[in-house]
């Protein structure tokens, strides 16, 4: 069994309405990373210097050593950059991703985001890399991580973020049960729930692009001047949209440099300058979500065993268990667990079957308005379909002209008439036989393949969310 477990399609082309409260067309999500004191250093127990996001070019670990310049810049993040950016964000709703270990060496800064009303969220223990970390390790972290969190703020952590994190970490953190959301992802404009197991995970996707740190990273911002044009476009873009969210991520050492700061100060004025924003911590947006858009689950086709999947789609295509059977061994996921993505997994297998297997499913179609119906031995599907047309309520004449028509179209084709009826009415699907009946063979044998995967898709979207 081949299965593909990213989730390529999401919301699809029509996001949920968001629904912000009073009305917003956006939600304004600030997020500050306090990462000042629990970065990479040997004085922390780590093997090497820090060497991620300063203003050393090119930095590299020094294995073993302490690294006095990158410390000093880390310094500056929380002796000089944390006071501007409270001075000038105070009022405002802001999420603080604090790092466990740097909260715990900062005492006033906490105290500050509390007087402030800032949430706090764990942004983990250290600020360290997890890509290569056993998992009982990374579990390990994260448990010492809330309980240190805990102890230093007051209260545990109700958001998550680890950043440089490893492929076990946002399933880690739902496991706990701990988080209303979980923000290790960059994959959306709005929330949007995960399975793990049991567990039904909220979460509140991040930015690399809307973010400071791309004053420290190649091709990324000179100037602040940059960084507001970036920031002013990405709000104006989601603005017209309407019911996203933009989140904003800064970080003390980086965004507090004053050659930077009036940057975000302008940022915070052409927004505030607009009609409609809600000014949001993620811990508002994620309580916001999960009571407007609660999690609903259901049966995902990528899921189900082999017998499970043929019992529920195996008459999809009429009379023809084979399709779903086959279709059952390509490589599905996420993608393949809504109407359209499904559809296109059965419709591979006919479309790539034998001429003499398509006309097999040709002729287990029933004739339209035909002697199967009169008897009621149509399936269920073909029954709600002929109906949805009228074609259960013909008077004697209608049954008597539909009658010869399928006769005509059979005595020709060696198929039956096949049209997806939910697409028509009783006139319009008359009309349709009497000019296809015109078509030569080829013509129509194509033409009736497609009408199946019509009909296949119609009654795909009756049994699945979307």
Known sequence: MQRYPRDMIGYGAEPPAANWPNGAKIAVQIVLNYEEGGENNILHGDASSEAFLSEIVGAAQWPGQRHWNMESIYEYGSRAGFWRLHRLMKDLPITVYGVATALARSPEQVAAMKEAGWEIASHGLKWIEYKDAPEDVERADMAEAIRLHTEV??????????????????????????????????????????????????????????NDMRFATPQGFNSGAQFFDYLKSSFDALYREGGRMLSIGLHCRLIGRPGRVEALRQFIEYAQSHADVWFATREQIADHW????????????????????????????????????????????????????????LARMFRSASEEERLGVLKAHPDLAGKLAAAKQLTAESTAEQASAGL???????????????????????????????????????????????????????????????????????????
């Open 153 to 210: 703020v007051g209260e545990p952590p109700r958001g998550w973020y680890t950043g440089r994190c490893s492929d076990n970490t946002v399933r880690l953190a739902a496991e706990t049960g701990q988080f209303a959301y979980v923000a290790d992802t960059y994959a959306d404009d709005v929330p949007y729930w995960s399975e793990f197991g049991e567990a039904d995970q909220l979460i509140v996707p991040y930015t690399l692009d809307a």
């Open 290 to 345: 999960a009571a407007t858009h609660p999690h609903q689950r259901f049966a995902r086709p990528s899921q189900m065993d082999r017998a499970t999947f043929v019992e529920n789609y195996g008459s999809v295509f009429e009379h023809s268990p084979w399709i779903a059977e086959r279709a059952f061994d390509l490589e599905l996921g996420p993608a393949h667990d809504t109407s359209v993505g499904l559809h296109n997994a």
């Open 392 to 466: 259960d309520v013909l008077s004697d004449d209608e049954r008597a002209e539909f009658t010869k028509l399928n006769a005509d179209y059979m005595a020709k084709f060696g198929f039956p008439f096949i049209i997806a009826v939910r697409d028509h009415d009783k006139a319009s699907i008359r009309i349709a036989m009497q000019v296809r009946v015109l078509n030569d063979r080829d013509t129509e044998f194509k033409e009736s393949c497609r009408q199946v995967e019509r009909i296949a898709l119609h009654r795909l979207k009756d049994v699945l969310p979307r």
